[in-house]
Structures are given as C-alpha cells and as structure tokens.
C-alpha cells in the first residue's frame, strides 16, 4: 500500500518548456487534489477533481492544466513554465466519508531557469 | 475569507518539555482541521483531524483541541523529543473541496 506517489521527485525546466507531473494513489479516493508550497506560504490550491472525470479550478489555476486519467490517477500539466512556477508541488487524495482526511505525496520540487 | 495563521514561526524547546502550538482562523464555519507534520524535504503526514462537532482528538503523545467560537485550534505534544523536530502545519476544511493552510510552525527540540 503505497499511498500517494508523484513523479518525478525533482525537475530543472528552461522557460518556456513544457512538462506533466504524474500523481497516482492506491487507497481507492474519489477526490485528488494539486497544491504547490512556497516559502513562507501555506499550500495553496491549484486544481482539484471532485470524483473520476470531474476537474475544478483551485485559488492558482493560471499556467496550469489538470487530467483526471481514472480513478487512481490526476496529472498537472505546466504547458510553458515560468520562473513563478519554480515552487514545491504536492498531490493529495481524500474520501468523502464523513472525514475527508487529506492524504499527500512526498512532492516535486520543480526549478524553472 | 479563510484565513488561517500559525504563530509562532519558528520555536525551539529542550527535550522534555510539554509544549503547546497554536493555531488560529477567521470564519468559524468549519468542515474540519486538520494538523499535519512535515519533515524538511518531504511531503505531508496527517497528525490528527478534528471534526466540527468534535472538541478534541488524541493520538500517542498528541492532542489537538478545536474551539470554532474562538477560531483556534492547539496542537499538544507531551514530553517532546528530538525525533519531533518538524514543521507542524494546520488546514481547515470549511466544506466543499477547498482547503486553507497555515504557513507552519517549524519546531526544534533540542536532546
């Protein structure tokens, strides 16, 4: 049971690049979620899916696109990083079950030159 | 709008020592909070979560209170250790998807 995995652990991009974080989860959660984690800022939400084939913007969509591939899977997809974009970024699932205990990954750290 | 701060930033005590980490929001309409502790370079490992019909909530060494009229929540860690060295982040869920994060308490305890 390894939880929540996100690939890869670390990246360098060059302005303007493209890349798609990968996010997969193993405890059968219906809601996933993207947050990025700044210095001296809380995580701050970037998109979440509610359930399979749902996807909502978060409070800092701009520059990011999401994919909710199947139940188990939730890309984040930086279509031409910026320098703005260098931050920590973190993939989290949850059950609506009375709960909804959020549940992350080890994070991507992501360096945009 | 939900706001959510942690103060303080940063505390260091000796090993032993009781100590307590607050955590405070503005809107009591609260789903549920959530501590959290993070290790440098890692990612987030669910504590505790308190409901909103709930007062408080134990785990080991841990406990955590919630006060919705107050807007505060504390975290207690008995008999602190060096191995409880960590970032110790609070999130409240105020229904829906959305979830605010405080900025953290990054916690030294010294041996």
């Known amino acids: 049971n390894a939880g929540v995995t996100q690939t890869p652990k670390f990246q360098v991009l060059k302005t303007g690049q493209s890349m798609t974080l990968q996010c997969a989860q193993d405890?059968?959660?219906?809601?996933m979620y993207w947050y990025r984690q700044d210095p001296g800022m809380g995580l701050r939400l970037i998109y979440y899916?509610?359930?399979?084939?749902?996807?909502d913007k978060g409070e800092v969509p701009n520059g990011y696109n999401v994919s909710r591939l199947n139940k188990r899977e939730f890309s984040l997809r930086l279509e031409s990083a910026a320098p703005s974009q260098t931050s920590v970024y973190f993939c989290?699932?949850?059950?609506?079950?009375?709960?909804?205990?959020?549940?992350f990954g080890p994070g991507t750290r992501l360096t945009v030159l | 709008k939900q706001e959510v701060t942690q103060i303080p930033a940063a505390l260091s005590v000796p090993e032993g020592e009781n100590l307590v980490l607050n955590c405070s929001f503005t809107?009591?309409?609260?789903?549920?909070l959530q501590w959290f502790r993070q290790d440098p370079g890692k990612g987030l490992t669910s504590l505790l979560l308190?409901?909103?019909?709930?007062r408080e909530q134990t785990s080991g060494r841990l406990n955590a209170s919630l006060d919705k009229s107050s807007g505060r929540s504390t975290l207690y860690i008995a008999a602190s250790q060096p191995g409880d060295s960590a970032t110790y982040l609070c999130a409240v869920n105020t229904g829906g998807f959305k979830t605010i994060f405080g900025a953290g308490t990054r916690l030294f305890v010294k041996a």
């Open positions: 308190i409901q909103s019909s709930q």
């Open positions: 405890m059968n959660h219906n809601s």
């Open positions: 899916s509610a359930s399979e084939g749902t996807t």
């Open positions: 809107d009591s309409a609260i789903y549920n």
């Open positions: 989290a699932s949850s059950e609506w079950d009375g709960r909804n205990e959020q549940f």
